[in-house]
Antibody, heavy 117, light 105 residues
Framework: EVQLVESGGGLVQPGGSLRLSCAAS????????MTWVRQAPGKGLEWVAN????????YYVDSVKGRFTISRDSAKKSLYLQMNSLRAEDTAVYYC??????????WGRGTLVTVSS | SYELTQPLSVSVALGQTATITCGGN??????VHWYQQKPGQAPALVIY???NRPSGIPERFSGSNSGNTATLTISRAQAGDEADYSC????????FGGGTKLTVL
């Protein structure tokens, strides 16, 4: 089955760190750009970061630059998001998605990150 | 950065046609994609490149794009179409509209 499954979310204090993972299956992971998108409670979708097929290109929304790092492991068919110096405004459901020529054609179910003391 | 404008909410009577707009500067010159998100679920692609439907998406869903407005049209609206709909373009990175809540009356 073609799917993406996120994990690693949870409750973290401001200033803390979390590492999200996204496991891909059912397709050739190394052929695709991959993307993280987040959705704060009651808000719209926000692109966070993306990475190209071999990990040599990485892009971030301004609000997370210097704090978040996207990476991938093709052998494990996995996408990651290392999140440091977390803030309350980072509270959101984080989705990983497959990027096909500029649109996101496959999404995971998401993992909730809550930043609170 | 490029901005996309959507109405916060749209209502449609059961069986009628819903129209959801997505405004942007000369958006007609860009590829527009649409996502459906039902409560508690992840987004799902319903239209790509203005007017193309992924497999499994009913023909009732259609899209168009011209000038400063892209449009998602849902014909013969059903209760199961109630959801948030978001448009998206590529502008050096993925850009989403704010989303429109569709209510089927």
């Amino acid at each position: 089955e073609v799917q993406l499954v996120e994990s690693g979310g949870g409750l973290v204090q401001p200033g803390g760190s979390l590492r999200l993972s996204c496991a891909a299956s059912g397709f050739t992971f190394s052929n695709y750009w991959m993307t993280w998108v987040r959705q704060a409670p009651g808000k719209g979708l926000e692109w966070v970061a993306n990475i190209n097929q071999d990990g040599s290109e990485k892009y971030y929304v301004d609000s997370v630059k210097g704090r978040f790092t996207i990476s991938r492991d093709s052998a494990k068919k996995s996408l990651y998001l290392q999140m440091n110096s977390l803030r309350a405004e980072d509270t959101a459901v984080y989705y990983c998605a497959r990027d096909y020529a500029g649109y996101l054609d496959l999404w995971g179910r998401g993992t909730l990150v809550t930043v609170s003391s | 950065s490029y901005e996309l404008t959507q109405p916060l909410s749209v209502s449609v009577a059961l069986g009628q046609t819903a129209t959801i707009t997505c405004g942007g500067n000369n958006i007609g010159g860009r590829n527009v994609h649409w996502y459906q998100q039902k409560p508690g679920q992840a987004p799902a692609l319903v239209i790509y490149r203005d007017s193309n439907r992924p497999s499994g998406i009913p023909e009732r869903f259609s899209g168009s794009n011209s000038g400063n407005t892209a449009t998602l049209t849902i014909s013969r609206a059903q209760a199961g179409d109630e959801a948030d709909y978001s448009c998206q373009v590529w502008d050096s990175f993925v850009v989403f509209g704010g989303g429109t809540k569709l209510t089927v009356l």
